[in-house]
């Protein structure tokens, strides 16, 4: 029996058509799609086994979150490779054009599913600069919650066909500044207590993370919000944003903090942990057993009361 073989192609838009949309992503913009899911896959295995090897388990915390926002942007980019996740809406702009509209503007494709991916991957990577940076809880929610508000303007923006859309821009952008004037000014004030390098280190992570959120809101005012560029260059812009954001910055990260004292930065216990060596968190742990309590003293045995005079002189002459 001859031995053939068969080229297999992607055939993620033959099996998931962008029906619905005039202006969609091509197979280039899945094959890119793909290639970026690749790197976030293997990141992701990289991050989880380097946490084991390189550091004990209560000195883990910041490859656990490295881990998680490229575990997210895996599943985000399977999403989008396999042109899933989104939505036809109709384009405010008619800048980008294609033979036998079903409208004019056409209906853009929008991809829901990357903000999702980015509303759970930001908050790890956040967490990070601010646990080095010794930032107080408060701000440190203040700030995750002023990036969700980011994430989420321009979400509802993309699903808007009308001019109403560039409101939720506006949240967006007011959400970013927030966060950046926390991780240039807030982060930094707290973080004064680290050595040089340290300091120097986290300083360019945050300024990175900073200058790369900046470029989120350009993107969607040329791709979703002005229809200005095509499905498969939106795809691109944002994959490499993503790309420098939760591969290049959290790897720059991690080799910042390799050789950190986590127990002189107050973020590790020395010892113990939630499960011990005979001892779990989910069982009970027995009291110990007080030592039993000393005996009293007997009390002293006193002469018996005389019960009548005569008994009280016997007692006097004895004592004479």
Request: proline content about 7%; hydrophobic content about 50%; overall charge negative.
């Amino acid at each position: 029996m001859p031995f053939s073989l068969i080229a297999r192609g992607n055939d993620a838009l033959n099996i998931n058509p962008p029906t619905g949309a005039d202006i969609h992503l091509t197979v280039h913009g899945s094959d890119w799609y793909w290639a970026a899911f690749s790197v976030f896959a293997l990141s992701f295995l990289l991050f989880l086994g380097a946490s084991y090897k390189l550091r004990p388990a209560n000195e883990r915390l910041f490859f656990y979150n490295s881990i998680a926002s490229a575990l997210f942007m895996t599943v985000t980019y399977f999403t989008l490779a396999s042109n899933l996740g989104w939505a036809p809406v109709q384009a405010e702009f008619n800048h980008q054009t294609v033979d036998n509209s079903s409208t004019t503007p056409g209906m853009r494709q929008v991809s829901y599913a990357r903000y999702i991916g980015w509303f759970l991957a930001f908050p790890p990577l956040i967490a990070n600069l601010a646990v080095i940076s010794s930032v107080p809880w408060p701000t440190t929610w203040f700030t995750i919650l002023a990036q969700e508000v980011m994430i989420v303007g321009l979400l509802v923006g993309i699903v808007i066909h009308s001019t109403y859309k560039w409101g939720f821009f506006v949240f967006a952008v007011v959400g970013y500044f927030v966060v950046a004037f926390n991780l240039l000014f807030s982060f930094r004030k707290t973080a004064t207590y680290l050595d040089g390098r340290l300091f120097n280190g986290v300083q360019m992570a945050s300024g990175a993370v900073c200058f790369l959120l900046l470029l989120y809101p350009i993107c969607w005012g040329l791709s979703e919000g002005g229809n200005a560029i095509a499905v498969d260059s939106e795809a691109v812009f944002y994959g490499i944003l993503d790309l420098l954001m939760f591969v290049v910055v959290n790897c720059f990260f991690q080799v910042v903090v390799r050789n950190a004292d986590f127990t002189t930065l107050g973020i590790s216990r020395p010892t113990g942990g939630a499960f011990h060596e005979k001892h779990h968190s989910f069982e009970t742990p027995r009291p110990a057993e007080a030592p039993p309590a000393p005996a009293p003293a007997p009390a002293p045995v006193s002469a018996p009361e005389p019960t009548n005079q005569a008994e009280a002189d016997a007692a006097a002459a004895q004592q004479v």
